[in-house]
C-alpha cells in the first residue's frame, strides 16, 4: 500500500493512440480540442482524456460507459498492457511507470492478476492446468502448484473439473476457471474487463454473487469493468463513470444515483430503482432538526441501522404512520424518517425516470 493508503493511483492519465499522440495531447491542452477534432487535425484517437482516480485497498471499484468511453483502455494502464500519453500510475506504492520490462512482468505476475470477457483459457490445457499456469510462470514448483489449483477450484464450484477440457465446459464454467487462474496466483489486484457481459442473465447474476463473496473473504482490491450499470450497482462499493474517455464522476452507487453530475449521468442512472440503492442515511432528517419542530421521538419508535435499503424502510411505513428512528453504527439515534420523507424521495426518483 503506498503512503496515501491507496491500492491504485491514476493521476491524470491521457491515452492517445496515432502517430502524433504528443503534437496532439499538447494542442489540447493548450487549445481544448475535442476527441473530433484531435480525430480530424491529427489522424489521433483520444482513447483516455485526463482521468484521475484513487482506489481502497480491498474496494469492488466498477468503472462503466457505453461502448468507446475508454473504460478498457484505461484498466490496461493499471499494468501496463497499454503505455499512456502521459499520467502516473501508482499500485501499492509501486511506480508502474517506472519498472523497467523485466520488473514489470515479475510484478504483473506476482501482485495483479487480470479476467477477460472472452476467458482467453488453453485449449489444449485441462482446467487444472489452466489454473495453474501463473505459477508456473512465476516457477512453483508442480506439486505445489496443482495444490493451489485444485484449492482454488474448489473455490469456484468447479471441484471435479480439473481434468476437463475447455470445450467441455460451459460459458459460465469456463469463466470461473478464467477467475479461478486469477485468483490462484493471490494478487493484490484484480483487473477484470467485462468479465460476465457474454453470459446468460440467470449465470451472470449467479457469477456476480460469487466474486463478492470471493472478493469479500479474499479482500482483493478490485477493478472491474462494465456496460451495465445494473451490475455496477450491485456490486461496486464505488463507481466512476466515463465519457469520451473522460472520467465524469465518481462515487458510490447511492451518491450517483441521487446526485447525478450532469445530463449524461442522469440518463443513466434513470432507469435505476432507488429501492435498493438508496439506504436511511441518506432519506433521514437529522433528530435535532426533527425534535425541535416536532418534539421529542418516542423511544418506542422503530429504529432502522443507517444502512437500511429504501425497500425496507417503505415496507415498515406500509404497516405503521409513525416516524421510524435511524441509528449510527454504534447505535445511537441519529435520524427520523417519517412518510412523507420515504414519498418524497419515491416521487423524485420517478420524475428523473
Not at 450491485?234 to 446526485?259: K, S
Not at 416516524?323 to 419515491?346: E, H
Request: hydrophobic share 40%; net charge negative.
Amino acid at each position: 500500500m503506498s503512503q496515501s493508503g491507496y491500492a491504485i493511483e491514476i493521476s491524470g492519465v491521457w491515452k492517445i493512440f496515432g502517430n502524433a499522440a504528443n503534437e496532439a495531447l499538447a494542442d489540447v491542452r493548450s487549445n481544448g480540442l475535442s476527441k473530433k477534432q484531435v480525430l480530424e487535425k491529427y489522424g489521433c484517437v483520444v482513447g483516455v482524456a485526463d482521468a484521475s482516480m484513487s482506489i481502497n485497498p480491498g474496494e469492488i471499484f466498477c468503472v462503466m460507459g457505453l461502448s468507446g468511453s475508454g473504460k478498457s483502455t484505461l484498466v490496461r494502464h493499471v499494468n501496463r498492457l497499454l503505455e499512456p500519453t502521459d499520467g502516473k500510475i501508482v499500485v501499492n506504492g509501486e511506480d508502474i511507470m517506472a519498472m523497467q520490462p523485466d520488473v514489470l512482468r515479475k510484478y504483473r505476475n506476482e501482485h495483479i492478476s487480470m479476467v477477460f470477457q472472452n476467458f482467453g483459457l488453453m485449449p489444449h490445457r485441462s482446467v487444472l492446468d489452466n489454473v495453474a499456469m501463473p505459477l508456473e510462470i512465476r516457477g512453483i514448483n508442480k506439486n505445489e502448484r496443482i495444490e493451489i489449483a485444485e484449492r482454488t477450484i474448489d473455490l469456484v464450484e468447479l471441484t471435479g473439473w480439473g481434468n476437463k477440457f475447455a470445450h467441455e465446459l460451459s460459458g459460465g464454467m469456463q469463466q470461473r476457471v478464467g477467475l479461478a487462474r486469477a485468483l490462484a496466483a493471490d494478487p493484490e489486484i484484480l483487473l477484470m474487463d467485462e468479465p460476465f457481459s457474454a453470459l446468460d442473465p440467470l449465470i451472470r447474476r449467479q457469477l456476480q454473487n460469487e466474486f463478492m463473496k470471493l472478493a469479500s473473504q479474499m479482500n482483493k482490491t478490485t477493478v472491474f469493468i462494465t456496460h451495465d450499470l445494473d451490475e455496477a450497482v450491485r456490486i461496486g462499493d464505488r463507481i466512476a463513470i466515463m465519457r469520451d474517455g473522460r472520467v465524469v464522476q465518481t462515487g458510490t452507487p447511492e451518491d450517483i444515483v441521487l446526485n447525478p453530475a450532469d445530463d449524461y449521468v442522469a440518463d443513466f442512472v434513470a432507469g435505476i430503482s432507488r429501492l435498493k440503492v438508496v439506504r436511511a442515511h441518506a432519506v433521514m432528517q437529522k433528530l435535532k432538526a426533527f425534535e425541535s419542530t416536532n418534539g421529542t421521538l418516542a423511544k418506542t419508535a422503530k429504529t432502522f441501522n443507517e444502512d437500511a435499503s429504501l425497500s425496507v424502510l417503505i415496507e415498515h411505513a406500509i404497516t405503521s404512520e409513525k416516524p421510524m428512528a435511524v441509528a449510527d453504527g454504534k447505535g445511537k439515534r441519529v435520524g427520523v424518517i417519517t412518510r412523507s420523507d420515504l414519498l418524497r424521495t419515491v416521487v423524485e426518483g420517478t420524475e428523473t425516470s
